[in-house]
């Protein structure tokens, strides 16, 4: 199910250039989107938005990949910068392989790290090749 289908208000039904649309969208209506990669591999979808409630931006999107009907899926925080808004397909694009992404720190679902853990987040964003809020200039 994409975002389209999860939107209750009606919020993406207009074409106007004005409005909700890819540049300001409703976080739940993002969860259960699939992720795809470059080579259109399905690597699953978005089970979480995870805020930063001091900066106020999103930080990870928690991907859920493998098992069948939630058994043995494994769950991965993936850093938001990581991830692109593919708006033809109405899905998310990760750049990552398949097995790359096999072997990604993950965790399970009952079993959530500390996100807030800056030597745990240092270690998700140089696996993915991002950074912490890119846009941001440090004085």
Do not use: C
Request: charged letters at 25%; zero cysteines; aromatic letters at 12%.
């Amino acid at each position: 199910m994409n975002y389209v289908e999860r939107d209750t208000y009606g919020m993406y039904k207009t074409n106007a250039v004005k409005g909700p649309g890819p540049e300001l969208m409703g976080a739940n209506t993002l969860n259960g989107n699939d992720v795809y990669n470059h080579l259109d591999e399905d690597l699953g979808d978005i089970k979480e938005i995870m805020l930063d409630m001091r900066s106020g931006r999103v930080a990870y999107a928690v991907l859920s990949f493998g098992g069948f009907l939630s058994m043995g899926e494994k769950l991965f925080a993936v850093p938001w910068s990581a991830l692109t808004l593919d708006t033809e397909n109405k899905r998310f694009v990760l750049n990552v392989d398949k097995a790359r992404l096999e072997s990604a720190p993950g965790f399970d679902a009952d079993q959530w790290p500390d996100m807030a853990d800056q030597s745990w987040a240092k270690g998700i964003h140089a696996y993915y090749g991002t950074q912490p809020y890119p846009d941001d200039v440090q004085m």
